[in-house]
């Protein structure tokens, strides 16, 4: 399944009264899925910038270039972790696998 079929399906699911869909996929160019109770959540943005935050504050992204983290520029490193102080770690990865995060997750919450 390609990955935007796979993401307008979790979008489109029926969840539990603790998950909240921003947005639809198709029509928007902004669109988050989130855990109110654990502040679990999955962002798609411009189709370019997918993010997946867990309830440990540990990120799951994907970025097209270098970016910058505490004044030094970093370049793409896929599934390195990159740690700005010790509670918040976000690592790089795949639009595939930031999108299996949050299917996997989101899925034991639907009716």
């Excluded at 899925?33 to 867990?54: M, Q, R, V, Y």
């Excluded at 504050?57 to 970025?63: A, G, Q």
């Excluded at 004044?71 to 700005?84: G, I, R, S």
């Excluded at 930031?98 to 899925?107: C, G, K, Q, R, S």
């Amino acid at each position: 399944m390609l990955t935007t079929q796979k993401i307008n399906e979790l979008l489109s699911k029926n969840y539990a009264s603790n998950i909240t869909i921003l947005g639809n996929y198709l029509s928007c160019k902004y669109t988050s899925i989130l855990d109110n109770n654990n502040g679990t959540i999955f962002i798609a943005s411009d189709n370019l910038l997918f993010c997946f935050k867990d309830q440990n504050e540990n990120h799951w992204l994907t970025i097209l270039k270098s970016f910058h983290l505490i004044e030094n520029e970093h370049n793409l490193e896929f599934d390195h972790f990159y740690a700005p102080n010790d509670d918040i770690k976000y690592s790089l990865t795949t639009k595939e696998e930031v999108v299996a995060m949050a299917v996997d997750y989101f899925e034991q919450y639907t009716f």
